[in-house]
């Protein structure tokens, strides 16, 4: 937290669930301002009324403008970029909508950093990303992609920018995740909708999601994509923690959304020769480095000892009491 003292920040998408946590959290630190960017004037309104903090700035503005978003960024110090369309379903219906947002609304973000010379950008990611299989995911595979790539066009004389991504999966209890959903079909008496109880997905709290990435913004040289390691869970599990937690209201067999995967993956098998790991993460690198540059870019981390992908179905499972504990500390319930 030291490192942000004093630092204009700016967080696009700043009105979403990450966007507020992570607001929060920087007000704890001794930043200087933090400019919310987002396109949602009710919620701006409701944030403002919420937190009271001086150093807070709110800009009605969408990534999609090139003009409005290069002018929020002067004099930023470090953005964080985490507006996207993100409900799978949405997206498949709405491809176009999703590729002028989160690939063209992206590209503007870099570019705005470069024009504003800022220190860092940081894309946040998903794991949807990996191997993609929605519209959703191959949309935060070209963010991700634009991030790590964006310091090929650096003149170092000119811009000092540091680009890195972050990939992890769905937060505990975000919106459009599966745990909201089944809180409010239990409360509303349906029958909770299970589409296989086998399906897997990587857990990670808001809190854990924080650490992840406000630690990650400081520890690259640029281009890296940054994972955490994680645990996961099976959608049984989720299902019986809830049961247990707010009553039994049966359940009804679904089918598989279009675009959803029975177990999601944060670094593929062919990423991981560029892959290097440390007590609490994952680095993936845009080219491979020998061991004495690794030493020396890299002192904390080596050579990952993963042999196959980091999928949701490889890591240890959270099990019931664990998850349950879980959702009783947040405000889910």
Not at 123 to 147: H, Q, R
Request: charge should be positive; hydrophobic fraction near 35%; charged fraction near 30%.
């Amino acid at each position: 937290m030291n490192e942000l003292k004093g630092k204009k920040i700016l967080i696009t998408g700043g009105t979403g669930s990450l966007g507020q946590a992570l607001t929060k959290r920087l007000l704890k630190s001794e930043v200087d301002v933090i400019r919310i960017f987002s396109r949602n004037e009710n919620k701006q309104v409701m944030m403002q009324s919420e937190l009271n903090d001086d150093r807070l700035r709110y800009l009605i503005g969408d990534i999609r403008d090139a003009p409005r978003l290069q002018r929020a960024l002067e004099d930023i110090d470090i953005v964080f970029h985490a507006a996207a369309l993100k409900h799978v379903p949405v997206v498949e219906y709405n491809p176009f909508e999703a590729i002028n947002t989160n690939v063209i609304g992206s590209r503007n973000v870099i570019e705005a950093c470069l024009h504003e010379d800022v220190e860092i950008a940081v894309g946040v990611g998903t794991d949807k990303a990996v191997s993609p299989l929605n519209t959703y995911g191959a949309t935060k595979l070209l963010m991700e992609k634009l991030f790590v790539t964006a310091s090929n066009y650096l003149d170092k004389k000119r811009h000092k920018t540091k680009f890195i991504a972050l990939r992890y999966g769905n937060v505990l209890g975000s919106s459009g995740s599966v745990i909201p959903k089944f809180i409010q079909q239990i409360k509303s008496k349906q029958k909770l909708t299970i589409t296989s109880p086998e399906m897997t997905r990587f857990s990670i709290t808001m809190e854990e999601a924080l650490d992840f990435i406000l630690s990650s913004t400081f520890a690259g040289k640029g281009s890296e994509i940054f994972v955490p390691k994680l645990k996961a869970y099976t959608i049984e599990t989720v299902k019986e923690s809830l049961q247990e937690l707010l009553g039994n209201t049966g359940e009804e067999k679904i089918p598989v959304r279009q675009g959803e995967k029975y177990h999601e993956t944060l670094i593929n098998a062919d990423e991981l020769r560029n892959t290097l790991e440390g007590n609490t993460r994952y680095m993936i690198l845009q080219r491979s480095l020998s061991d004495d540059e690794i030493r020396q870019k890299y002192p904390n981390m080596k050579r990952t000892a993963l042999t196959e992908s980091y999928s949701s179905d490889k890591v240890e499972l959270i099990k019931k009491d664990t998850l349950k504990e879980l959702i009783g500390k947040s405000d889910l319930l």
